[in-house]
């Protein structure tokens, strides 16, 4: 079974995470949580609920100041990190491996050891300083993965578009999905 962290961080765009962490219980991933001070606040405002619905729904739960947990040693094992979404400072605090808090430590972590980490940043328009940051990362092997949505499957609802994000992320992560419809199908 796959086990998988997920890091959210405050950016706007904290529906994909919720999606996320819905897909993977149906698909009896174990999931680990940690999620930042900011984005606490955002999850408030975006999505009009607190954060036990989100704790509900993953395996386990850390704060992001928790560096006595497994997860801030390279020790503990997991198979992959998602940051969705990603802000541009936790952007730049993997980017130049500044690790203040627990999320940004398992980045460090998922980079040493050479785990696959999925990183989703979001912020408009990007300036030189994001740029960079994303191109550091995606040369060590990190997949940048935007919340850039493509219409060729002709969406109807946010849930649509949603689901078509957390879709290609499930494929980066290597887990079949349905969520959304394949160009050619
Ligand atoms: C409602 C709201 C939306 C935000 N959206 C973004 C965003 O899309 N991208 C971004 O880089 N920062 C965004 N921010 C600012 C970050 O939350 C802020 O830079 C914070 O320090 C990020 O800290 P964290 O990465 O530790 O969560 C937003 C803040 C608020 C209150």
Redesign the pocket.
């Known amino acids: 079974m796959k086990k998988i962290v997920v890091c959210?961080?405050?950016?706007?765009?904290v529906c994909y995470a919720k999606r996320l962490l819905e897909v993977l219980k149906e698909k009896n991933v174990e999931t680990h949580l940690i999620i930042?001070?900011?984005?606490k606040?955002?999850i408030k405002?975006?999505l009009n609920t607190d954060i036990e619905e989100f704790i509900e729904l993953s395996d386990r739960y850390y704060e992001?100041e928790d560096f006595f947990s497994p997860l801030a040693s390279g020790s503990y094992i997991f198979d992959a990190a998602v940051v969705i979404?990603?802000?541009?400072?936790?952007?730049s605090?993997i980017a130049n491996g500044y690790s203040n808090?627990l999320?940004c430590r398992v980045c460090d972590i998922a980079l040493k050891e050479r785990r696959k980490l999925i990183v989703m940043?979001?912020?408009?328009p990007l300036n030189a300083i994001?740029l960079e940051n994303m191109l550091k990362l995606s040369k060590l092997g990190v997949i940048i993965m935007p919340p850039i949505p493509g219409f060729y499957g002709k969406p109807k609802t946010i849930e649509d578009i949603i689901d078509f994000i957390v879709g290609r992320v499930l494929d980066s992560l290597g887990l079949e999905n349905e969520l959304f419809k394949r160009w050619g199908e």
């Open positions: 959210i961080s405050g950016a706007s765009g930042s001070n900011s984005s606040k955002i405002h975006e992001n979404p990603c802000s541009m400072k936790t952007l605090s808090n999320i940043p979001r912020e408009m994001h």
